[in-house]
């Protein structure tokens, strides 16, 4: 992996800047597809508890170690903990059941250690710092190289601070060209905190069509991106490139690691080939300026607006 393929966590680790993404994958599906990723060049998977696919992510990745004689330290895998929402009839979890979570991550994933683990959302206002507790004690016992959290906002983050507690080195959130989060992204950057994109490829007209998510502000989007006049389009014929990739360029030009998602091969490809040609700095004016707002990617909305 070359040099530019990578950036620096506060906690000194390397994260590649392309990883792949595995939401709405089927655990029986998941070795296959992630074995395939690491297959065309991927080092970096993004999993969850929540998603109920370690195993299979887990399988694929020990698979891909093997038939390329790579080493589990050639590979760098994300989970999160599921914290539990009394808001969905879930029981919150403690600092305790916090810990025990990433070992059965763990033991799900096959893996001794992962190289982040995230707290996926910021649910319950009581048992947030309990979690963020029991992360700090996981990254002391090595079982997580470095921590963070996800979907967290400004107010979030600054009850860390409040606490006396270390900061996250990371924050995966809903980033692309429509939702920006400036002024998240500005407080991220003073506190050396690193972004990481998801649903980056939400501007284009195909972004989980086969999965049925649809609102009408999916639909709206949906249509726009379908729009022959689409400034992507315009992009990616400029560059010569797939609107996908102008779009997962963009983040990686702005510092955010990216997650793309995809089952299929040729998909991937394109997905993990982005260090051949640069957006320019016109374009990255232009795509400044169209920030719409929230996010889209939460069927019940966008947790960084978590109380
Ligand atoms: P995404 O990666 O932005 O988009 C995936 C969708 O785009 C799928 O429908 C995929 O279909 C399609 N696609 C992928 N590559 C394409 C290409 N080159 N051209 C055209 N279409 C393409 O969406 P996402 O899954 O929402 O986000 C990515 C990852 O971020 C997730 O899988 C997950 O790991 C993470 N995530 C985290 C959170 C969180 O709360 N922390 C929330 C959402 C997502 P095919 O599979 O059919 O190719």
Known sequence: MGKNDTRVL???????????????????DAAA??????????RHVDTAEFYGNEEGVGAGIRQALEAHGLSRKD??????????????????????????????SLARLGLEYVDLYLIHAPFDHEQRLAQWRGLVELKRQGKARAIGVSNFDVAHIEELVGAGLPLPDANQ??????????????????????PIAYSSLVPLSTWRIAEGHDSAKTAEMRATGERADSPFKAMAAKYG?????????WAIQMGYPVLPKSTKPERMRQNADL???RIDDQDMAAI??????DGVAWPMGDPTKAA
């Open 33 to 42: 597809v992630v074995r395939a990723a690491l297959g065309v060049g991927f």
């Open 241 to 249: 490139v797939s609107e996908a990739q102008v779009l997962l360029r």
């Open 173 to 194: 959130i809903e980033l692309h060209p429509w939702s920006q989060k400036p002024a998240l992204v500005r407080y991220l950057a003073e506190k050396g905190i690193t």
């Open 288 to 293: 400044a300026k169209m920030d719409r707002g």
């Open 275 to 277: 260090f051949s040609f």
């Open 10 to 28: 506060t906690a000194g680790i390397e994260i590649p800047y392309v990883g792949l993404g595995t939401y709405l994958i089927a655990n029986d």
């Open 75 to 104: 590979v760098f895998v994300t989970t999160k903990l599921w914290p539990g929402n009394a808001a969905w009839g879930q029981t919150p979890k403690t600092t305790e059941t916090t810990i025990a979570s990433l070992d059965e």
